[in-house]
């Protein structure tokens, strides 16, 4: 059984930044997604296990950044020029893959963490 634990959640105001932290060890590919109450999970970003590939939803794009750091089992997510609709709670996600398939899916992923609070506010 894989733990994720996420951190750096937090409040901010409209155009700060705050940068989201997940540590796993092994051989995962790794996703963020973003829920608020009574929406379905929302996909935010993706990267392989060897970080060649990456993948973001159209609405961050630009403003965030997904990377890892293997050698100390963290993925980040460096999330930039926030806005009040980035509010949610932010979950990473992982699944076994050494490929460079995309998952952009939350039903492709086994292994979820606790979620971190993001709150932008204007």
């Known amino acids: 059984q894989v733990q994720l634990v996420e951190s750096g959640g937090g409040l901010v105001q409209a155009g700060g930044s705050l940068k989201l932290s997940c540590t796993a060890s092994?051989?995962?590919?790794t996703g963020w997604f973003r829920q608020t109450p009574g929406k379905e999970r929302e996909f935010v970003a993706f990267?392989?296990?060897?970080?060649?590939?990456?993948d973001y939803a159209d609405s961050v794009k630009g403003r965030f950044a997904i990377s890892r750091d293997n050698a100390k089992n963290t993925v980040f997510l460096q999330m930039n020029s926030l806005k009040p609709e980035d509010t949610a709670v932010y979950y990473c996600a992982a699944r076994r893959s050494s490929s460079s398939l995309l998952y952009t899916r939350a039903s492709m992923y086994e292994y979820w963490g606790q979620g971190t609070q993001v709150t932008v506010s204007s």
């Open positions: 092994g051989r995962y590919a």
């Open positions: 990267i392989n296990w060897s970080g060649s590939t990456t």
